[in-house]
C-alpha cells in the first residue's frame, strides 16, 4: 500500500470554489462550489492526506489590499478556518494544518486558484510541484506575470484557453502543460420527468456578466461577456412561442457604489463592503427551484461566455434530460461531446437559434430530439459526475507531478 499522498491546497477556508465560506455563512453570499466534489472525493478517499497551508492572510476572500485591516483579520485566520471547517462538516481530524511554507514537502501536490489571487503568496519559494486552476480566470495581461513569478508547473481548468480563448492568447505568456477536465453537476439535478410530459420549447438561464478591464475590451468590443443570454433576454417578443427565458443580469437589482481613488479610507471601505453584500443577489434568479425548470422543458440554453467557455448550466441541463442547444465550439467537443449525437448546435444567431428550435418543435421531429436528449444525458451522467471526474483529474495530476520528478525539476 502506497504512502499516504499529500494535497495541499492554500487558504483552502477561504476558497469558494472548493467549500461554503464565510462570504457565504456570515454575509449570504450566493454558493458557488464548482469544485466542491473534489473536497468531497478525497475526504472520502483515506489515500489522501488533506492540507491546508494557511499563509499570512486572513479572510482573503475579501480581497482587500489594506495592509493595516489585513494585520487586524490575520489574527483570526486560524479560527477562521476552524469554524469554515465545522460549518461545511468537515471533520478538522481529516485536515493538516501547515502554518509555515516550509511544511510544504517536495513531493506534495500542491493546488492553487488563480481567482483567489492571494494564493500566490510565498508560493516562488515553495520547490514542491504546484498545479494552478484556471477557473474563472480575469483575463489581465498581469496575471501571467504572477503565474510564472510563483513558478507554477501545471495549469487545469475545465476548458483548455490556450485553443478556445482569444484574450488569453493574447495577453497570457504562460508556456506551462494543460490538463482540461469537464464541468460537474452537482447531486440534485435529476431526470425526473418524462420526456413526453414536458413543454415543447426551450428553456434558457443564466447569469448577464460585464468585464470592463481594457484586454477584454480590446479584445471583444463589448463588456457583455454572455452575448447570447443577453440577446434572448432582451427580445422576449420574437422568442415568445420556443424560449422561456430567467437570465438575470448581475447588476440589474443594484449597480452598487463607486469606489473612487480620491475617497478616504472608510468611505472606500463601506462601498467595498456594501458592494460584497448588496450587488449581484439576484434574489428573483435565485428564487425557483432550477432542477424543477429543467424537467419542465424539453430543451435547453445556456449561452456561452465570449471567452469560448460554456457555462456549467449545460451540464445541469443535460443531467435533467434536456436536449442541449450550444455553439460547436472546441470546448465540447474536448469533453467528447458530439453535435447531432449529444447536444444541438446553431450558429449563434437569434435567427438560427429560433429556426432550430422550431425545428425540433415540430411533431415529426420528436424522436430526434429525445433521442439527442437522452444520449446527452446517459454521457454526461457516466462522464461528469463528480467522483469519475475528481479521479481522472487527480490521476492526470500526479502523472504530470511524476514527469516533473522524474525530469529532475526540484
Known sequence: MRERKRIVFVNLHSDWMLVKTASVYLFKFSLALKHGYIM???????????????????????????????????????????????????????????????????????????????????????????ALSMLHFHGKEGESDEINKANVNCLFGEVNLETNCELYRRYYHTNKPWITHPFVYAKRFQDKVPFN?????????????????????????????????????????????????????????????????????????????YNRIHVGRQEKYYSFDMVEAFNSYKMCIVGEEVLGIPGIGFVEGMACGCAYIGLDIPAYRDWGLIPGVHYIIYDGTKEDLKRVIEYYQMDEHQVELEKIAKTGCDYVRANFNGDVVAQNLLKQLEEKQAEWLRDGKI
Open 197 to 273: 410530459k414536458r413543454m415543447n420549447m426551450a428553456f434558457a438561464t443564466g447569469t448577464i456578466t460585464y468585464k470592463v478591464h481594457n484586454e477584454f475590451l480590446n479584445t471583444y468590443g463589448d463588456s457583455c461577456n454572455q452575448p447570447t443570454r443577453k440577446q434572448i433576454k432582451d427580445n422576449p417578443e420574437y422568442f415568445k412561442n420556443t424560449i422561456y427565458c430567467t437570465s438575470s443580469d448581475y447588476l440589474e437589482d443594484n449597480e452598487g457604489k463607486k469606489v473612487n481613488d480620491t475617497d478616504f479610507f472608510p468611505v472606500k471601505i463601506y462601498k467595498k463592503v
Open 40 to 130: 468531497n472525493y478525497l475526504v472520502d478517499h483515506p489515500e489522501y492526506e488533506i492540507c491546508n497551508y494557511i499563509n499570512d492572510r486572513g479572510f482573503s476572500w475579501l480581497r482587500n489590499n489594506n495592509d493595516a485591516l489585513m494585520k487586524v483579520l490575520n489574527f483570526f485566520r486560524f479560527a477562521e478556518n476552524r469554524k469554515t471547517m465545522k460549518v461545511n462538516g468537515i471533520d478538522m481530524n481529516k485536515i493538516t494544518v501547515l502554518k509555515s511554507v516550509s511544511e510544504i514537502k517536495q513531493d506534495d501536490l500542491v493546488i492553487l486558484y488563480n481567482v483567489c489571487s492571494d494564493n500566490y503568496r510565498g508560493m516562488n519559494g515553495v520547490y514542491a510541484f504546484k
